[in-house]
C-alpha cells in the first residue's frame, strides 16, 4: 500500500472517526545516531533527525489534516544511548511547541538531581523508564522496579509528574508482580501520575483483559493506545476506567512501519513486512501500524457504544487534561442544576436526591460515570459513594459486571416483543421459593403502580375500602382521598 493509497483508506475508514486537533501522547522525537535498527529510515530529514517537522510530514502522508497538533515527546529507549544529548535534543524541538510537552528517559543510576535541574529547565510534565537500563541480562523478564528507581517516584510525587511505565515480564498486566508494584506504588505516591504505556502493554490482548481488574479503584493510573492492534485490551480498560483514563498515542515512529502486533495463545507475535511472505495471500497487505493501531480504537470505541464526544476526550481532551494544558470547564455539575432547577420542580425526579439534602451549592447533583463504589461527576471529580447506593437498588455497586452483561445480552437479543418472556415465570419461582407464604406474583413497572395492585387486590378481597399507610407513598395521595368520608 503506498503513501497515496494510506491516505485514501484512512479517509474512508478513519477520518470520520478521528476528531482534529489530536494530542499525541507517545511519540519519538530522536537523532539518527539514538536510534535503534528497527525503526523506520524515511521519516527521517535530510539531516537525519527526526524532530518535529519529520513528525508532522509523516503523519500527514497518512492522515491528513486530522494529524495530531500537539503531542507528548520523548527519545528512543536504546542501552547505548546518550540521554544527556537526546534529551536535550527533544527538549530543542519542543521547546517552541505551546502545546506540547516532553517526558526526560532516565536510568535508575541517574543522579536524581541532575534529573530535577533537567526538567525544570526544559518543557519536561515527567519521566520515561524503560527495561533495557534494568541491570539484568533478560531484561523483558524484569520487574518494574528494577528499571524504575524509588527516587523517580518521589520527584513525580513531589513534582506531580507523570510517569510512564511499559511493562515486560511474560504476562504484563495479567502477572502479579506487575499489578502489585503499580497498586502499591500508586497508592504510596498519589500525587504521582503514572502512564501504563500500550494500554498497559496489552500486546497479547487477554492480559489486560484478566489484570486490568485489580487496578480499578487507583486515583492516577492512566492508560496509551500505542501500537495496540487489537480491540480487546482497550475495551477491558474502558470497561474498567470509562472513557476518562485513556489516551491516544501513536507509537511515532513504529506507527510508520507496515505490520501489526498480533495475540497469539498467551503471547503475541509482530507480523512485519520483513518476517511474512504477504504474496501468500490472495487479499492481506500490511498497512501502516499507526492505522492498525487507529482501526482497533475506533472497534473499541463502536463496540462500547461511545459517542463521539467520548471518542473527542480520548483523542484530543484526556492528555491535554492530564498534563495541565487545557482545564476542564469547571463547574458544569453546579450550573446544570441551577438550569434544571428552572426547568424540573425541585430540580430533580426524586426528593430523595435532591442535593441541598446535603450540601447546597456543594454535593455533585448529576455523575457521568459510575463503577462500584466510585462516581465521577461532570467536571471529572470522583467520589467514593457512602450514602445511598442509588437510592438502595445498587447494592452490588454501580455497573456491576455480571449485572451488565445480563442487560446487555438481552438488549441485544431484543429486550421487547409482543410476545411474553419466559424470564418471568423463572423470576416468579425464585420469588415464591424465597416467600413461601406468597402463591402467585404479579409484576409491576414502579412501586407506585405496585402499592396500587396491592390496594386492589386487598379491596376485592375483602370488601373493605380504606387503607392504612404510613411513611413515603410517592405521587399516590389518592390513598388520602380514598379514606375521607362525606361527613
Given at each position: 500500500m503506498s503513501g497515496t493509497s494510506d491516505l485514501e483508506f484512512f479517509n474512508t475508514q478513519l477520518r470520520s472517526f478521528v476528531p482534529p486537533g489530536g494530542f499525541d501522547a507517545h511519540a519519538h522525537l530522536y537523532r539518527r545516531e539514538d536510534a535503534v535498527d528497527a525503526l523506520p529510515r524515511h521519516v527521517e530529514d535530510e539531516s537525519g533527525q527526526v524532530g518535529w517537522t519529520a513528525y508532522s510530514r509523516a503523519l500527514e502522508r497518512w492522515m491528513g489534516d486530522r494529524r495530531p497538533i500537539d503531542g507528548l515527546f520523548f527519545t528512543v529507549p536504546k542501552p547505548a544511548l546518550d540521554r544527556p544529548a537526546a534529551n536535550r535534543f527533544v527538549a530543542q524541538e519542543v521547546r517552541p511547541l505551546a502545546g506540547s510537552r516532553m517526558l526526560l528517559m532516565i536510568h535508575p543510576d541517574d543522579d536524581p538531581a541532575d534529573i530535577e535541574a533537567a526538567a525544570m529547565s526544559s518543557p519536561c510534565v515527567g519521566l520515561k523508564v524503560y527495561h533495557v537500563y534494568a541491570s539484568r541480562a533478560d531484561t523483558f523478564n524484569a520487574a518494574p522496579g528494577e528499571f524504575l528507581p524509588e527516587w523517580a517516584w518521589e520527584l513525580a510525587h513531589e513534582h506531580g509528574w507523570l510517569i510512564m511505565l511499559?511493562?515486560?515480564?511474560?504476562?504484563?498486566?495479567?502477572?502479579?508482580?506487575?499489578?502489585?508494584?503499580?497498586?502499591?506504588?500508586?497508592?504510596?505516591?498519589?500525587?504521582?501520575?503514572?502512564?501504563?504505556?500500550?494500554?498497559?502493554?496489552?500486546?497479547?490482548?487477554?492480559?489486560?483483559?484478566?489484570?486490568?481488574?485489580?487496578?480499578?479503584?487507583?486515583?492516577?493510573?492512566?492508560?496509551?493506545?500505542?501500537g495496540i492492534c487489537e480491540s480487546e485490551p482497550l475495551k477491558a480498560i474502558l470497561r474498567t476506567f470509562g472513557t476518562r483514563r485513556l489516551l491516544f498515542g501513536t507509537d511515532f515512529s513504529v506507527s510508520e512501519e507496515r505490520g501489526r502486533c498480533v495475540s497469539v495463545a498467551d503471547g503475541f507475535l509482530w507480523l512485519s513486512e520483513h518476517n511474512v511472505d504477504w504474496e501468500l495471500s490472495e487479499f492481506g497487505r500490511p498497512t501502516l501500524i499507526g492505522i492498525e493501531s487507529l482501526l482497533a480504537l475506533k472497534q473499541a470505541c463502536r463496540s462500547a457504544r461511545l459517542i463521539d464526544a467520548d471518542v473527542e476526550r480520548i483523542v484530543c481532551c484526556n492528555a491535554r487534561q492530564l498534563l495541565g494544558l487545557r482545564q476542564a470547564a469547571t463547574n458544569q455539575t453546579q450550573v446544570t442544576y441551577r438550569r434544571a432547577k428552572r426547568l424540573i420542580p425541585g430540580g430533580t425526579q426524586l426528593l430523595s436526591k435532591r442535593p441541598e439534602m446535603y450540601a447546597p451549592d456543594r454535593w455533585p447533583a448529576y455523575f457521568a460515570e459510575a463503577q462500584g463504589c466510585e462516581v465521577i461527576d461532570l467536571d471529572g471529580h470522583r467520589y467514593c459513594d457512602m450514602t445511598t447506593s442509588g437510592i438502595g437498588s445498587c447494592l452490588l455497586g454501580y455497573a456491576d459486571p455480571d449485572v451488565n452483561a445480563a442487560v446487555i445480552r438481552r438488549v441485544e437479543l431484543g429486550s421487547m416483543c409482543t410476545l411474553n418472556s419466559p424470564d418471568e415465570k423463572e423470576l416468579a419461582e425464585v420469588l415464591i421459593e424465597l416467600h413461601p407464604w406468597a402463591e402467585q406474583v404479579r409484576f409491576c413497572r414502579t412501586g407506585g403502580e405496585s402499592m396500587a395492585v396491592a390496594v386492589r387486590i386487598a379491596r376485592a378481597h375483602t370488601g373493605r375500602d380504606r387503607?392504612?399507610?404510613?411513611?413515603y407513598h410517592g405521587w399516590s395521595d389518592w390513598y388520602l382521598a380514598a379514606n375521607l368520608s362525606d361527613s
Open positions: 511499559h511493562l515486560v515480564r511474560v504476562r504484563a498486566l495479567a502477572d502479579p508482580v506487575n499489578h502489585d508494584y503499580v497498586r502499591e506504588h500508586c497508592r504510596r505516591y498519589p500525587n504521582a501520575r503514572l502512564l501504563l504505556a500500550h494500554a498497559g502493554r496489552g500486546f497479547c490482548g487477554q492480559h489486560t483483559v484478566e489484570g486490568i481488574e485489580a487496578l480499578r479503584g487507583l486515583d492516577n493510573v492512566y492508560f496509551d493506545t500505542a387503607i392504612a399507610f404510613c411513611g
